[in-house]
T-cell receptor
Framework: DGGITQSPKYLFRKEGQNVTLSCEQN?????MYWYRQDPGQGLRLIYY???????QKGDIAEGYSVSREKKESFPLTVTSAQKNPTAFYLC????????????FGQGTRLTVV | AQSVAQPEDQVNVAEGNPLTVKCTYS??????LFWYVQYPNRGLQFLLK??????LVKGSYGFEAEFNKSQTSFHLKKPSALVSDSALYFC??????????FGTGTRLQVFP
């Protein structure tokens, strides 16, 4: 089955800890994205990557980091510098050369306790 | 700068009536425009897209959208709403750098 897998579905973090959210796709897509969703604010772009070993900051990159060492993987680390990390995080991918629409994972809900 | 506006937080419509969910955008160059739907605690599902060509595009579940270049709008429409259409709808725009930006979302409530 082709698709995007985000794990875990629910994640709890203590204040001051870093945590990494996983995003894996087997669609052979070049571009991958991370979004944060808060009630009433829609989806805000954190980081995106058009190709392996390259990524760009989105609109709210502060307190987050990413890597793109493999085409199929785009993990997001929420660092202790992120002041309000409790949110729903969504990963997406696109194959710009084939079809322009994004495919989304099912999301990870991160709660700081 | 690239942006998307959805001016309505919520749209209420009676089942069987037509619905419209509004979207306006700002992007340099030719836009790629999209509508997505989200059900509670889930990812987004693609509904339809505009790339080029006919200004009226048809998508999944009977939805369609009208691209208006002069008004920089891409409103989502459906001739006859269903209760099962109730969900959160997002408009999105992608520029030629592959940056994909979403609006704040509009909650559609269809009443029986």
């Amino acid at each position: 089955d082709g698709g995007i897998t985000q794990s875990p579905k629910y994640l709890f973090r203590k204040e001051g800890q870093n945590v990494t959210l996983s995003c894996e796709q087997n669609l052979n897509h070049d571009a991958m994205y991370w979004y944060r969703q808060d009630p009433g604010q829609g989806l805000r772009l954190i980081y995106y990557s058009q190709i392996v070993n390259d990524f760009q900051k989105g609109d709210i990159a502060e307190g987050y980091s990413v890597s793109r060492e493999k085409k199929e993987s785009f993990p997001l680390t929420v660092t202790s510098a992120q002041k309000n990390p409790t949110a729903f995080y969504l990963c997406a991918s696109i194959d710009p050369g084939v079809s322009p629409e994004a495919f989304f994972g099912q999301g990870t809900r991160l709660t700081v306790v | 700068a690239q942006s998307v506006a959805q001016p309505e937080d919520q749209v209420n419509v009676a089942e069987g009536n037509p619905l419209t969910v509004k979207c306006t955008y700002s992007v340099s160059g030719n836009p790629y425009l999209f509508w997505y739907v989200q059900y509670p605690n889930r990812g987004l599902q693609f509904l339809l897209k505009y790339i080029t060509g006919d200004n009226l595009v048809k998508g999944s579940y009977g939805f369609e959208a009208e691209f208006n270049k002069s008004q920089t709008s891409f409103h989502l429409k459906k001739p006859s709403a269903l209760v099962s259409d109730s969900a959160l709808y997002f408009c999105a725009v992608r520029d030629d750098t592959d940056k994909l930006i979403f609006g704040t979302g509009t909650r559609l409530q269809v009443f029986p």
